[in-house]
């Protein structure tokens, strides 16, 4: 496997899929918001950083005629099922390599969720290369955290956000780097371009209690791979210390339970020019 902090594949794979679905409940159930045509046929998808295929499989499902499209999948990691759901295909990708060349200008929906900060100081690069995969009059959608992650929680919660832009300063990502996916899609000629912001409450805090459980099972289930990557850094974190890091899964997991919290997403979305 890929240098990639995990608890373990079917943990992870877990974790994503229970994430797509609290997201999929604060988009009022849509597997997205670009406008895309799902009732045309032919339809060509790439989700990057797909996982096991989760969010695929709910947006195959929405499709008028699902035995048409075209989706793939792709991922740094082999997490994928074994035999592979039918009617997606699934292959390793780093969004930081090139891309296969027959790709280009073939998708009309490119989605990327919760990775391009993994791109560091290759940001715009990572960008550039995933909006020449767009076809003309095709859709980009992207989706990650607003700055300011872990300021609205208690204190285990404003850990969890602390250590998180640590890790982003140390790959080179600026804390607030979501704030300019906006600019970049309109500079690299995009239009129709908007920004929603997803204020995703958890445990108590969740829209409705029917999702109150996964909400706080999706945030600890990335909590878990925290301690994970500070076994990665020479000395470990700086903004919370050993001591308090074997204690902080617990007291995170307490506490989204009992005083919830809110994390907000922008997701961003726009269209290449037809020719």
């Known amino acids: 496997m890929a240098a990639y902090n995990v608890v373990s594949a079917e943990a992870e794979n877990k974790r994503l899929e229970i994430g797509v679905s609290v ?3 604060y988009m009022d159930g849509k597997s997205c918001l670009a406008p895309i045509d799902t009732g045309r046929s032919n339809l060509r998808v790439l989700d990057s950083a797909a996982s096991n295929g989760a969010w695929l499989s709910q947006l195959q499902a929405s499709l008028q005629d699902p035995g048409s499209a075209t989706l793939i999948g792709t991922d740094i990691q082999d997490r994928f099922p074994d035999p592979p759901h039918p009617g997606i295909t699934l292959q390793i990708q780093d969004i930081t390599e090139p891309w296969p060349e027959s790709w280009r200008s073939s998708f009309d929906f490119v989605h990327q969720t919760l990775v391009i900060y993994q791109a560091g100081p290759k940001l715009r690069k990572v960008l550039g290369a995933l909006t020449e995969l767009v076809k003309p009059g095709g859709w980009i959608e992207l989706m990650e955290p607003q700055y300011g992650f872990g300021d609205d929680g208690g204190p285990a919660y404003k850990q ?10 140390l790959r080179g990502t600026k804390s607030d780097f979501a704030s300019d996916l906006e600019p970049f899609l309109k500079d690299a000629g995009f239009v129709d371009v908007k920004t929603v912001v997803l204020s995703v409450g958890v445990g108590p805090k969740a829209k409705s209690p029917d999702i109150a459980d996964i909400t706080v099972q999706s ?10 990557a500070a076994k990665r850094i020479p000395g470990g974190f700086k903004c919370i210390s050993s001591e308090d890091l074997e204690t902080w899964p617990t007291r995170l997991e307490e506490e989204l339970k009992t005083e919830g919290a809110v994390t907000k997403m922008l997701v961003v979305y726009g269209r290449k020019p037809d020719v």
């Open 23 to 25: 997201i999929r409940a």
């Open 160 to 169: 969890f956000g602390a250590m998180v832009n640590e890790l982003w300063d």
């Open 219 to 228: 945030m600890i289930g990335g909590g878990k791979n925290i301690p994970l």
